[in-house]
């Protein structure tokens, strides 16, 4: 499974956006970029996922560099709900596919 | 609003008892996973069923965990003994059936002492 490295924290404030950054540099041809997030005390959530092109959808926006060897996660105004581990990670797309987690980033949302 | 549902959401017990944990997944959802989260190890997969057939269970100890899917509304994980080093947080999530997403379940708390 291709490796992604994120940062371990990240801070900011409520109502600001927020640029979460995933390093891929291995990626395959196949590789789709997905981003789940996990609230304290709950269960990994869908955020987004991509393969080349930029996507946006009403929890967030992916920007996928040109080649494809890293992606930011856009928080356009983050709120306090949004204070979670953010996990980058990479899948091919058959169906479901078995996710492999790393560490994800904490992100702390200060009002 | 479809959830994968799991039961119990917490369990204590002692070590050497059997433990089996329960999740019905979304209906329509064809594939079934099953995660395990600890503060070292973060979330790791132990194994996964696709229309209810074993695809992958290399993440689970073997000679004391089993995972069955009896049917297509219910998955099963047991640990038969429990150790302490079992102490965690099992997730189970559903996916497929057209949708790309995983869905995961609320977790069961494991406590062995």
């Known amino acids: 499974d291709a490796k992604t490295t994120q940062p371990n924290s990240m801070e900011s404030n409520e109502e600001e956006p927020v640029h979460l950054p995933c390093n891929h540099s291995t990626i395959s041809g196949t590789d789709y970029i997905h981003w789940y997030r996990q609230l304290p005390s709950q269960g990994p959530e869908y955020v987004i996922h991509?393969?080349?092109s930029n996507v946006n959808n009403r929890m967030a926006s992916l920007a996928i560099a040109e080649d494809r060897k890293s992606s930011t996660l856009i928080l356009h105004r983050a709120t306090l709900r949004d204070a979670a581990v953010y996990y980058c990670i990479l899948s091919l797309i058959q169906g479901a596919q078995k996710l492999v987690f790393g560490q994800g980033t904490r992100l702390t949302i200060n009002p | 609003d479809a959830r994968v549902t799991q039961t119990p959401r917490h369990k204590v017990t002692e070590m050497g008892q059997e433990v089996t944990m329960r999740c019905q997944p979304i209906?329509?959802?064809?594939?079934v996973f099953w995660y395990r989260q600890t503060m070292m190890q973060g979330l790791e997969l132990l194994a996964y069923f696709r229309n209810r057939a074993p695809l992958d269970d290399s993440g689970m100890p073997k000679d004391r965990f089993s995972a069955e899917m009896p049917d297509a509304t219910l998955a099963t994980l047991k640990i038969q003994p429990s150790e302490p080093r079992d102490s965690a947080v099992y997730f189970c999530?559903?996916?497929?059936?057209?949708?790309?997403?995983?869905?995961f379940g609320p977790g069961t708390r494991l406590t062995v002492t």
């Open positions: 209906l329509g959802h064809n594939t």
């Open positions: 999530a559903s996916g497929g059936g057209g949708s790309y997403e995983q869905y």
């Open positions: 991509g393969l080349t």
